[in-house]
């Protein structure tokens, strides 16, 4: 991959905090656990939840943009590129601000919503590709960079409150009751989680480099995974890198907890890898945030390897699927694998160097 793109900084909202150090310091307290949440009468789910705080649903998206998007640094004039990546997008705002409105505005309205929030002066995009969104937007970013459009964007995931996903999803059969348990022996589906992260990529070198990344379409199955596409998202991201399968130190798994999606997703690396690497999943800490996962994933592993703070696992694995779970990060990390499988078929992966290994 010619020319150089940097992750030099991060920002995060999670219900593990709101902004990094909180969400280390839960962490290394065991987490926090899930919130329900009602969808209906009698019918309530468990959400990762951000933590409370006032105001309405606008008030509180603004606030917590502008707040995630300070711990990145000083932008100046704001005329950077700015990605928006969001599965839910809005819906949240319809639901308790608009009752009356349903399907209305168009799908940079939230994109706008977050720009005016941040006085943002630069061009802004909404990526919205179901969960690869966020990992998405970081592979057009970086494609900016790569090719002189930009010297620096700016990728905001956010994910967040909201009736109608966790009705969609129960209504398809695929939330879980408790606790998220990727890979685990008694896994039951997803857990939700909200979430806002922000990724500053830029032309400067800085510790993190991003070498690599692929975004493969397979509609086959919509709700589900297809082995031969994750295998294909793994191979191509490598391709691109110039790495081999041997070369990579570290995976953070998709493992959302779906009992047959968690078990293709391991046959498909053991198609790749002949021996697995070291795995973390986070969806145990951040549940699956969706449109917001691969920004909120990624910040919040790299947050873990400088922070000396490390996601645990806290229920049996499912010993059919011949893995284990990093307690620790490894000895040796220089190349990590990210991916995320996405519903509606989409997958993506994204390849980061630790240039101080």
């Not at 704001?78 to 608009?98: C, N, T």
């Not at 999803?169 to 909200?194: D, Y």
């Not at 070498?211 to 297809?226: H, M, Q, W, Y």
């Not at 002949?274 to 951040?286: F, M, N, R, T």
């Amino acid at each position: 991959m010619s020319g150089g793109v940097y992750l030099s900084s991060t920002g995060l909202a999670c219900v593990l905090g709101n902004d990094m150090p909180d969400a280390l310091d839960a962490l290394r307290r065991g987490g926090v656990p899930p919130t329900p949440v009602s969808i209906a009468k009698g019918n309530g789910w468990p959400v990762y939840k951000l933590p409370p705080q006032e105001g309405n649903w606008l008030e509180r998206v603004r606030r917590t943009a502008r707040n995630v998007v300070a711990q990145t640094g000083e932008w100046g004039d704001r005329s950077a590129p700015l990605f928006v990546a969001s599965s839910s997008l809005d819906i949240g705002y319809m639901e308790y601000a608009k009752p009356d409105l349903r399907l209305g505005g168009d799908l940079q309205d939230f994109a706008t919503i977050v720009s005016e929030a941040l006085d943002w002066q630069g061009p802004v995009f909404t990526i919205s590709t179901a969960c690869t969104s966020a990992l998405n937007a970081v592979l057009a970013a970086a494609d900016l960079i790569r090719s002189g459009g930009a010297d620096e964007a700016l990728v905001l995931g956010a994910e967040l409150d909201n009736r109608f996903t966790a009705a969609g999803f129960r209504a398809m059969q695929l939330l879980a009751p408790g606790n998220a348990q990727p890979f685990g022996a008694e896994r039951r589906g997803l857990v939700l989680g909200e979430a806002v992260a922000a990724l500053r990529l830029c032309a400067r070198p800085s510790r993190w480099r991003i070498t690599g990344g692929a975004n493969v379409v397979d509609g086959r199955n919509p709700s589900g995974t297809e082995a031969s596409a994750v295998r294909a998202m793994c191979q191509a991201a490598l391709a691109q890198s110039g790495l081999r399968p041997e070369d990579i130190d570290l995976i953070k798994v998709q493992a959302a907890g779906s009992p047959v999606n968690d078990a293709i997703e391991v046959e498909a690396l053991k198609q790749v890898f002949e021996q697995l690497p070291p795995l973390v999943s986070l969806k145990s800490s951040l549940g699956h945030t969706l449109g917001a996962a691969g920004a909120a994933e990624l910040a919040l592993l790299v947050g873990c390897i400088e922070g000396g703070a490390w996601p645990s696992t806290d229920y049996p694995l499912d010993e059919t699927l011949g893995i284990t779970l990093s307690t620790e990060p490894p000895a040796k990390l220089r190349n990590i694998l990210l991916n995320v499988v996405g519903f509606g078929g989409g997958h993506a992966s994204l390849l980061l160097k630790d240039c101080q290994a």
